[in-house]
Nanobody
Framework: QVQLVDSGGGLVQAGGSLTLSCKASGSLFNLKAMGWFRQAPGKQRELVAVITNSGTTNYADSVKGRFTMSGDIAKTTLYLQLNSLKPEDTAVYYC?????????WGQGTQVTVSS
């Protein structure tokens, strides 16, 4: 069984920063990628950043230059540094792992940015 624990969210003023953390554990047999998604109220879940097992990273255009992902996919540990936060970044942020054709999700951590 695979478990993901994500944390680090909170309430911050616009322009502020937060660091999110994610740790996956359990039986991962074909780890292909790890990443961060977010879902704002009334909106679909969207990709924020992803790293593949070959080291390729991609960011959503809306966060490029402001968010930085780091960590060690081999150790199934991931971080997301959120800088220059905007009210539109308010959402629940989810860590995810792609193992073969399976997606596993963290429980989500709330990020709220006040104007």
């Amino acid at each position: 069984q695979v478990q993901l624990v994500d944390s680090g969210g909170g309430l911050v003023q616009a322009g502020g920063s937060l660091t999110l953390s994610c740790k996956a554990s359990g039986s991962l047999f074909n780890l292909k990628a790890m990443g961060w998604f977010r879902q704002a109220p009334g909106k679909q879940r969207e990709l924020v950043a992803v790293i593949t097992n070959s080291g390729t990273t991609n960011y959503a255009d809306s966060v490029k230059g402001r968010f930085t992902m780091s960590g060690d996919i081999a150790k199934t540990t991931l971080y997301l540094q959120l800088n220059s936060l905007k009210p539109e970044d308010t959402a629940v942020y989810y860590c995810a792992v792609v193992d073969g054709t399976n997606y596993y999700w963290g429980q989500g951590t709330q990020v709220t940015v006040s104007s």
